[in-house]
Nanobody, 122 residues
């Protein structure tokens, strides 16, 4: 069974930064694309970013482009999301998700972890 454990969330002021991590196990991490998605209170799931299996191709939602950076370390089976210039509207539960192939495409049916909370507030 796929295991995904997110960490690194917390409370940060607007303009601040956080680095989220996702530790993956029970599958061949380096063979699959990975994604970050988020869900704000009372809202639906929002795709944030995806990265291909090798790490050389990344895609971002327009709302985070230029502020967030996705990366991965296949030797450590870990996915990252660097969040910079945070805004109050970035407040959400952040989840990592395992893709179904090597290509950086997120599907709502992709398995996700339990999430890590990011709260942006002054």
């Amino acid at each position: 069974e796929v295991q995904l454990v997110e960490s690194g969330g917390g409370l940060v002021q607007p303009g601040g930064s956080l680095r989220l991590s996702c530790a993956a196990s029970e599958f061949t991490f380096s063979s699959y694309a990975m994604s970050w998605v988020r869900q704000a209170p009372g809202k639906g799931l929002e795709w944030v970013s995806s990265i291909n299996s090798g790490g050389g191709t990344t895609t971002y939602a327009q709302s985070v482009k230029g502020r967030f950076t996705i990366s991965r370390d296949n030797a450590k089976n870990t996915l990252y999301l660097q969040l910079n210039s945070l805004k109050t509207e970035d407040t959400a539960m952040y989840y990592c998700a395992k893709g179904s192939t090597f290509a950086p495409i997120f599907l709502p049916t992709d398995p996700r972890g339990q999430g890590t909370q990011v709260t942006v507030s002054s």
